[in-house]
């Protein structure tokens, strides 16, 4: 009796907020829900990214907040451009996304077409072999020291076993010809699960019956590889190359965790030159500049990416 | 009858399968070893850790746990001898190692962290994700292609370029080494993996059932809330154990924009040293205990993750 009263006498009382919020129009609804995301990314992305732009130009350094800023002009982006030291940084980024993503594009292809054979157990162990890949690179990356110390890890041991290299002499991180590639193992280690997973779904992408044309046109396997399974995996294999691409121009924790960027400055790719010159030479302006000039080298990434992931979802 | 759907003429023969089957699985066991390297690891005692050759074969101990969660100081025999009776098998442990339990370690703490971060910042994310992919989903947003851009391009940017002004910026505002601005920051960095899987979580749930709500009476926020939500569930545990994991994983934000009480574990655990440097089988249980919950997700995960690393731009 209590109950239904005060029920009607809710009914019947206009609550203010609730009247609003009811009355709200489909366009108002729209941005009510979409703007605290936009606002967020504002605060915390693009707000942050107009003061490192504001930073660029000045000779600004955190450690010293109460000096005077000076207004430098484009000079910070002149040093950079003409900085013997950002250009060899640059090679060994470009030299770690090359063969990082070469590799993993190989083995990953070639692992998913193996998985499509669709033999029995298939999906354990395609589940076994994604695990690498959700871990995270820091703590993964830094257990690898380990494995890479010379004579008591167990990378090391190994290699020596198949090599007969005295184990001693297997030094992965500290020797400068296999400290590049002690990073690339590493990675390739971790993120060929990725690939293969990309490319596993454009091969389960391809109709069956276009395999059955090709078998009745007696087409050879080897010509229905190169004539129906590559060109029609081709956009996945290329959506997993530009994330990849993406992911590893701005690798950090990684190689910071295996290597710093040792020995000397052998595997120092962007990212740890930026960290470098922000954070330890406190150099904010000139770093700033050199993160500006990174984010417009992935933007352009991204940009193609976006295009390529429309084509793939176009199919 | 059936002799035309029995085989099809183009499946792989056994031989193949055979074939595929054994490098597959060769794959998979040789890059499994690392991981069970480090669960080995976490229960050698520090001199079986880096014995030469590498023990294979080794008694278990728990001492890489017991170090992991205690700091400690080495004291003299003649000091040990005058203590009581060890108190629990950690403690007896350490005193075969002339060393003495001086406390806890900063391990707990540190996972502590990365619980409330991690878990607070997936809240946020996937709360903002939900309500703004329901917006592009269901509204004609102007421009919602170039809102949809901006979001993810934000996922693109390098972390220690974003870090340089976000330490200026959280210094000003005082959230520097901070819970709450650590799950500001992830909130952020999430929010656009959120949107993208939801939406395309979303878009995949028939308009008509809200139509059919909203003829029957309800207003579009209840239809949201009562017809969409349900139907979203999968989607939205998805997106939220993704960007947990995120979350869960990251070291460059937290490395440089955490120090002390707001450090989460990947930046602490490669800190873990014993004396003379890393002590291995600590640093393997720290990693052990971190790996664990990500295993679990992985195994729930495995029929969305091509969805999730691809920003949902690939569906099976």
Same mark, same amino acid.
């Given at each position: 009796?209590?109950?239904?009263?005060?029920?009607?006498?809710?009914?019947?009382?206009?609550?203010?907020?609730?009247?609003?919020?009811?009355?709200?129009?489909?366009?108002?609804?729209?941005?009510?829900?979409?703007?605290?995301?936009?606002?967020?990314?504002?605060?915390?992305?693009?707000?942050?990214?107009?003061?490192?732009?504001?930073?660029?130009?000045?000779?600004?350094?955190?450690?010293?907040?109460? &000096?005077?800023?000076?207004?430098?002009?484009?000079?910070?982006?002149?040093?950079?451009?003409?900085?013997?030291?950002?250009?060899?940084?640059?090679?060994?980024?470009?030299?770690?996304?090359?063969?990082?993503?070469?590799?993993?594009?190989?083995?990953?292809?070639?692992?998913?077409?193996?998985?499509?054979?669709?033999?029995?157990?298939?999906?354990?162990?395609?589940?076994?072999?994604?695990?690498?890949?959700?871990?995270?690179?820091?703590?993964?990356?830094?257990?690898?020291?380990?494995?890479? &110390?010379?004579?008591?890890?167990?990378?090391?041991?190994?290699?020596?076993?198949?090599?007969?290299?005295?184990?001693?002499?297997?030094?992965?991180?500290?020797?400068?010809?296999?400290?590049?590639?002690?990073?690339?193992?590493?990675?390739?280690?971790?993120?060929?699960?990725?690939?293969?997973?990309?490319?596993?779904?454009?091969?389960?992408?391809?109709?069956?019956?276009?395999?059955?044309?090709?078998?009745?046109?007696?087409?050879?396997?080897?010509?229905?590889?190169?004539?129906?399974?590559?060109?029609?995996?081709?956009?996945?294999?290329?959506?997993?190359?530009?994330?990849?691409?993406?992911?590893?121009?701005?690798?950090?924790?990684?190689?910071?965790?295996?290597?710093?960027?040792?020995?000397?400055?052998?595997?120092?790719?962007?990212?740890?030159?930026?960290?470098?010159?922000?954070?330890?030479?406190?150099?904010?302006?000139?770093?700033?500049?050199?993160?500006?000039?990174?984010?417009?080298?992935?933007?352009?990434?991204?940009?193609?990416?976006?295009?390529?992931?429309?084509?793939?979802?176009?199919? | 009858?059936?002799?035309?759907?029995?085989?099809?003429?183009?499946?792989?023969?056994?031989?193949?399968?055979?074939?595929?089957?054994?490098?597959?699985?060769? #794959?998979?066991?040789?890059?499994?070893?690392?991981?069970?390297?480090?669960?080995?690891?976490?229960?050698?005692?520090?001199?079986?850790?880096?014995?030469?050759?590498?023990?294979?074969?080794?008694?278990?101990?728990?001492?890489?746990?017991?170090?992991?969660?205690?700091?400690?100081?080495?004291?003299?025999?003649?000091?040990?001898?005058?203590?009581?009776?060890?108190?629990?098998?950690?403690?007896?442990?350490?005193?075969?190692?002339?060393?003495?339990?001086?406390?806890?370690?900063?391990?707990?703490?540190?996972?502590?962290?990365?619980?409330?971060?991690?878990?607070?910042?997936?809240?946020?994310?996937?709360?903002?994700?939900?309500?703004?992919?329901?917006?592009?989903?269901?509204?004609?947003?102007?421009?919602?292609?170039?809102?949809?851009?901006?979001?993810?391009?934000?996922?693109?940017?390098?972390?220690?370029?974003?870090?340089?002004?976000?330490?200026?910026?959280?210094?000003?505002?005082?959230?520097?080494?901070? *819970?709450?601005?650590?799950?500001?920051? #992830?909130?952020?960095?999430?929010?656009?993996?959120?949107?993208?899987?939801?939406?395309?979580?979303?878009?995949?749930?028939?308009?008509?059932?809200?139509?059919?709500?909203?003829?029957?009476?309800?207003?579009?926020?209840?239809?949201?809330?009562?017809?969409?939500?349900?139907?979203?569930?999968?989607?939205?545990?998805?997106?939220?154990?993704?960007?947990?994991?995120?979350?869960?994983?990251? #070291?460059?934000?937290?490395?440089?924009?955490?120090?002390?009480?707001?450090?989460? *574990?990947?930046?602490?655990?490669?800190?873990?040293?014993?004396?003379?440097?890393?002590?291995?089988?600590?640093?393997?249980?720290?990693?052990?205990?971190?790996?664990?919950?990500?295993?679990?997700?992985?195994?729930?995960?495995?029929?969305?993750?091509?969805?999730?690393?691809?920003?949902? *731009?690939?569906?099976?």
């Amino acid at each position: 009796m209590l109950n239904r009263t005060a029920d009607n006498v809710a009914r019947a009382t206009p609550e203010p907020l609730a009247k609003k919020i009811r009355g709200i129009s489909d366009k108002g609804l729209a941005w009510l829900f979409i703007s605290p995301t936009i606002l967020l990314l504002l605060a915390i992305n693009i707000f942050p990214l107009f003061w490192a732009i504001y930073l660029s130009f000045t000779n600004y350094r955190a450690n010293r907040p109460n &000096e005077v800023v000076k207004n430098l002009g484009l000079a910070n982006y002149q040093r950079i451009l003409g900085d013997h030291d950002v250009w060899i940084a640059m090679q060994t980024t470009a030299h770690f996304v090359f063969w990082t993503i070469l590799l993993q594009t190989v083995i990953g292809f070639t692992l998913a077409w193996l998985i499509d054979r669709k033999f029995r157990g298939h999906a354990f162990w395609t589940t076994i072999i994604l695990v690498p890949m959700m871990l995270s690179p820091a703590v993964v990356g830094n257990f690898w020291r380990f494995l890479y &110390e010379p004579q008591i890890g167990l990378f090391s041991y190994v290699i020596s076993f198949v090599t007969g290299i005295p184990p001693t002499n297997v030094q992965m991180l500290s020797n400068v010809e296999l400290a590049p590639w002690a990073i690339i193992i590493v990675d390739t280690w971790m993120w060929t699960p990725y690939v293969m997973l990309i490319c596993l779904a454009g091969l389960r992408s391809i109709p069956e019956y276009i395999y059955e044309a090709a078998e009745v046109d007696r087409a050879s396997n080897w010509r229905q590889f190169w004539s129906i399974t590559l060109p029609m995996a081709l956009p996945f294999i290329m959506l997993a190359v530009l994330f990849r691409g993406i992911e590893n121009f701005k690798m950090f924790d990684m190689v910071n965790l295996l290597t710093g960027g040792g020995p000397g400055s052998t595997t120092e790719v962007a990212s740890i030159t930026l960290k470098r010159q922000a954070f330890e030479s406190w150099r904010t302006g000139y770093s700033s500049a050199f993160a500006i000039i990174l984010f417009v080298a992935v933007f352009g990434l991204a940009n193609i990416y976006v295009k390529a992931l429309n084509k793939v979802k176009q199919r | 009858m059936s002799l035309t759907t029995a085989h099809s003429v183009v499946a792989p023969s056994s031989n193949a399968k055979l074939i595929a089957g054994t490098i597959i699985i060769a #794959y998979a066991l040789i890059s499994i070893v690392p991981l069970l390297w480090i669960f080995a690891t976490s229960f050698k005692t520090p001199p079986d850790s880096i014995a030469y050759p590498p023990k294979i074969v080794f008694q278990p101990s728990i001492e890489g746990y017991c170090n992991l969660f205690t700091t400690r100081t080495r004291q003299t025999p003649e000091y040990i001898n005058s203590l009581g009776p060890a108190t629990g098998f950690c403690d007896e442990t350490v005193r075969k190692r002339n060393m003495v339990i001086a406390g806890p370690s900063n391990f707990l703490p540190r996972f502590v962290n990365s619980l409330i971060i991690a878990f607070g910042s997936t809240f946020c994310a996937v709360f903002l994700g939900t309500l703004s992919a329901y917006g592009f989903s269901r509204f004609k947003v102007p421009l919602a292609d170039d809102l949809l851009f901006f979001i993810l391009s934000t996922r693109f940017m390098p972390p220690i370029a974003v870090a340089i002004p976000i330490y200026l910026m959280y210094r000003e505002l005082g959230l520097s080494d901070t *819970a709450l601005g650590m799950i500001l920051l #992830y909130t952020a960095v999430n929010v656009s993996l959120a949107v993208w899987l939801l939406k395309g979580f979303i878009d995949e749930i028939p308009r008509e059932y809200e139509e059919a709500a909203m003829i029957d009476g309800y207003t579009r926020l209840q239809a949201f809330w009562r017809t969409v939500l349900p139907q979203a569930t999968t989607g939205i545990a998805a997106t939220a154990i993704f960007c947990l994991i995120f979350a869960w994983n990251e #070291y460059a934000f937290a490395a440089l924009l955490t120090s002390g009480t707001a450090q989460t *574990a990947p930046p602490f655990i490669p800190t873990i040293i014993g004396e003379g440097g890393q002590d291995w089988p600590a640093v393997a249980a720290g990693t052990t205990i971190f790996l664990v919950p990500i295993l679990v997700f992985t195994i729930l995960l495995r029929k969305q993750l091509l969805r999730g690393i691809t920003f949902g *731009a690939v569906r099976k």
